[in-house]
């Protein structure tokens, strides 16, 4: 999000994203303008780092609604960030945001096109967190895979095209889902 005068830019889903900053623990919302210029600030300390302009990042933030956000330690977080880019994978994701989720949820495939191999990786956290101080879920669809950006928002309009309009929450006992919705989500991911 990027701070224009007396408005802020939300990036559109058309656009060309280069970066995701997920921070955990403060939802920054019902936090007001000075959320608004929180989520711009850390957009633009992450482009900073990654030198990219503040446009190609999306804020996300997970936890406590109501509660500014701690801007002393996302800035000493940021370049230390940076520095640890490769050094992981899409699993360890679910778990570096987690707050009172149970365990990560995440789920990857390998897929091959033609003569290349990519990974698709679908993440989910928050689904725990429905209650009055605390309402963020967040999901994710990564992948490395070389397409058209048309081809992949035409296979997520389809794959999600029933599911419109609605929040799907997946309650999971001992890891193991209650509902439909992981056979779902694995279609998707796998075709």
């Known amino acids: 999000m990027l701070k224009h005068k007396d408005k802020i830019h939300i990036p559109s889903s058309m656009s060309a994203q280069q970066a995701i900053i997920v921070t955990s623990g403060n939802a920054n919302a019902c936090t007001g303008r000075?959320?608004?210029?929180?989520?711009a600030e850390t957009a633009s300390l992450t482009a900073e780092s990654l030198k990219?302009?503040?446009?190609?990042?999306?804020?996300?933030?997970?936890?406590?609604?109501?509660?500014?956000?701690?801007?002393?330690?996302i800035k000493a977080a940021s370049p230390v960030l940076t520095a640890n880019l490769g050094r992981s994978s899409p699993r360890d994701i679910p778990s570096a945001v987690m707050?009172?989720?149970?365990?990560?949820?995440?789920?990857?495939?390998?897929?091959?096109?033609?003569?290349?191999?990519?990974?698709?990786?679908?993440?989910?956290?928050?689904?725990?967190?429905?209650a009055p101080n605390m309402a963020t879920m967040l999901c994710f669809i990564l992948t490395d895979i070389a397409v058209e950006k048309r081809t992949l928002?035409?296979?997520?309009?389809?794959?999600?095209?029933d599911e419109e309009g609605s929040a799907v929450i997946m309650p999971a006992y001992k890891r193991r889902a209650l509902c439909h919705d992981i056979v779902f989500i694995n279609?998707?991911?796998?075709g």
């Open 34 to 39: 000075k959320g608004l210029e929180d989520a």
């Open 52 to 73: 990219i302009n503040p446009s190609l990042v999306y804020v996300c933030s997970t936890g406590v609604i109501g509660t500014p956000m701690p801007m002393e330690k």
């Open 99 to 130: 707050t009172t989720d149970n365990f990560p949820k995440v789920i990857t495939k390998k897929v091959r096109i033609e003569n290349r191999t990519g990974t698709i990786a679908g993440i989910c956290k928050g689904a725990g967190m429905i």
């Open 153 to 161: 928002i035409r296979a997520i309009k389809d794959a999600v095209k």
């Open 187 to 190: 279609k998707m991911l796998c």
